[in-house]
């Protein structure tokens, strides 16, 4: 018994299976996190505005209810019903109710399953690449994270300093033990990773007076420096922007997007990155040879 028990925990596809339903489960909470961070920093920065301009609240303001990644409980947002622990199982409840409201039928966004799904594929990928390493745990962090940033980026063009920071931080704290990269190439990566994309702004708002992108993707690109080293910096720059201009491009052609409506550059980043601490390696090798290097 305990031979196949060592077996079973030892195996490739029951890490990956176990990451995958981790996956799923962090995905319905990414969910909480990608609609609720935002309204929390809004409601954060409104406070701030208000002490800082020394504005008193009035007597008859009502005080407001509590909101944060755990309070209120999940609700539909139409007829306000609690929505029950087996009405939120990740992408089955969503089949089983056909997509709507337990208690009204108002229509679900489509999005909670897709992200829950695409959370549990992702992470399955990362555990089948990685297999019993420490790297698993930190890949996975990371990959959740940049879920939630890119789908906040796409929702209101806001990559939060609270995702970010404290995962650069800890990209320069796993340098320390070579999990990724060693710390010299951790260091400069930061360094680089945010002055070449704080030089682009700077030069591309100095020719059209218009700014080009936001802070959040220098501080993204650092991180991605920090975790990974300077050395994939550059495809990770060629990656996003190829995929982000084709995606542009194709959004104004056949979706007749306006051209001077902005275009949060973070996903194509985050996905970038994401491919780079898999795949970094084999794509720097055909970078090289491509470019005759």
């Keep these: 018994m305990m031979q196949q028990l060592d077996t079973l925990l030892n195996s490739p596809y029951f890490l990956v299976t176990l990451a995958g339903l981790t996956g799923l489960l962090v995905g319905s909470f990414l969910n909480v996190v990608i609609y609720r961070l935002p309204i929390m920093m ?3 920065w409104r406070r701030e505005c208000t002490e800082y301009l020394q504005i008193e609240a009035t007597e008859t303001a009502m ?4 909101f944060n990644l755990v309070l209120p409980l999940s609700r539909c947002p139409s007829c306000k019903t609690p929505i029950k622990p087996h009405q939120n199982i990740p992408v089955i409840s969503y089949l089983f109710l056909k997509g709507q409201c337990a208690n009204c039928g108002s229509p679900i966004s489509s999005r909670y399953p897709v992200i829950e799904a695409f959370t549990a594929i992702t992470s399955a990928i990362v555990a089948w690449h990685f297999g019993y390493t420490p790297q698993t745990v930190f890949a ?22 609270n995702i970010i920071l404290p995962l650069l931080w800890l990209g320069l704290f796993l340098s320390l033990f070579g999990i990724f990269t060693d710390s010299h190439a ?20 100095l020719a059209t007076g218009k700014e080009g992108m936001g802070h959040g993707d220098f501080k993204l690109l650092a991180l991605f420096g920090a975790w990974l080293g300077w050395q994939y910096l550059p495809v990770i720059i060629l990656l996003s ?21 902005p275009i949060p550059f ?8 994401w491919l780079a601490l898999l795949w970094g390696n084999e794509l720097n090798r055909f970078y090289l040879t491509a470019a005759g290097l």
């Design 241 to 261: 922007s190829l995929v982000g201009a084709v995606i542009g491009i194709s959004m104004i052609v056949f979706a007749k997007r306006d051209h001077n409506t």
């Design 266 to 273: 973070g996903p194509y980043l985050a996905a970038a990155g």
């Design 63 to 66: 005080p407001e209810e509590p």
């Design 186 to 205: 951790s260091i400069i990566g930061v360094i680089a990773g945010y002055i070449s994309l704080w030089t682009v702004y700077q030069l591309f708002k």
């Design 42 to 44: 809004q409601q954060n």
């Design 140 to 161: 996975l962090l990371l990959t959740w994270s940049l879920i939630a940033l890119s789908f906040i980026d796409i929702d209101h063009q806001l990559l939060p300093d």
